[in-house]
């Protein structure tokens, strides 16, 4: 898994409640990236980030913050949980010098 | 585990047979495509790639095909294992990449024994 690691692994909440995500890399890769997976829609993106405190808008952006103080950290933050937020989150990384992108194991959140 | 869910294109195969999953990509402007698989509670893993001056990459038993006039592509698996059965994921992307992998929606290969 190209040195990523997402924490949680697992995660329920509630409703209304702020969540976040981490997203650890190990590979100094400059490029960082979310996406949530859903049955029927693939992968999506929600947020990514090109550099430390360069981030932008994916396509499904609506109730999530981003931030990366740090070139090998990127938090992924609901600020306030809604049911529609439950889903698989998958954090992705790539280098410069690569093209493709390399995943990490996937976040499993549910929010009741 | 993390996994992708039921509503997905399913393909079934029988061992020892070849595998053509199919897809329809939607940027005319992409130039650089990669098939990931995903098995389950695991996250995508890159399979094979090609760029848009190529119509055929081959790797170990197995084959992308670019048809660039209809904007789709193909993965063959040659002899289908067990093994092969995940979900796989066709992506696409404008080189030299700064902008971030488009996803299809992805196809469950079934392997059966």
């Known amino acids: 898994d190209a040195g990523i690691t997402q924490s949680p692994r697992h995660k329920v909440t509630e409703t209304g409640t702020p969540v976040t995500l981490r997203c650890h890399q190990t590979e100094n890769h400059r490029y960082m990236y979310w996406y949530r997976q859903d049955p029927g829609h693939g992968l999506r993106l929600i947020h990514y980030?090109?550099?430390?405190?360069?981030?932008d808008k994916g396509e499904v952006s609506d109730g999530y913050s981003v931030s990366r103080s740090k070139t090998e950290d990127f938090l992924l933050t609901l600020e306030s949980a809604t049911s529609s937020q439950t889903s698989v989150y998958f954090c992705a990384t790539k280098g410069v010098l690569n093209t493709e992108a390399f995943f990490g194991q996937g976040t499993r959140l549910t929010v009741v | 585990g993390e996994s992708v869910g039921l509503h997905l294109p399913t393909l079934s195969v029988q061992e020892g047979d070849n595998s053509i999953i199919n897809c329809a990509y939607s940027n005319s402007a992409s130039d650089y495509f990669i098939w990931y698989k995903q098995e389950s509670g695991k996250g995508p893993q890159f399979i094979i790639d090609i760029r848009s001056n190529m119509d055929k990459r081959q790797g170990q038993r197995v084959t992308v095909l670019l048809n660039k006039t209809v904007k789709h592509l193909s993965l063959q698996i040659a002899a289908t294992q067990p093994g092969d059965s995940a979900v796989y994921f066709c992506?696409?992307?404008?080189?030299?990449?700064?902008?971030?992998?488009?996803f299809g929606k992805g196809t469950r290969l079934s392997v059966i024994a």
């Open positions: 980030s090109y550099g430390v405190k360069d981030t």
């Open positions: 992506a696409e992307n404008i080189l030299p990449g700064n902008t971030p992998l488009v």
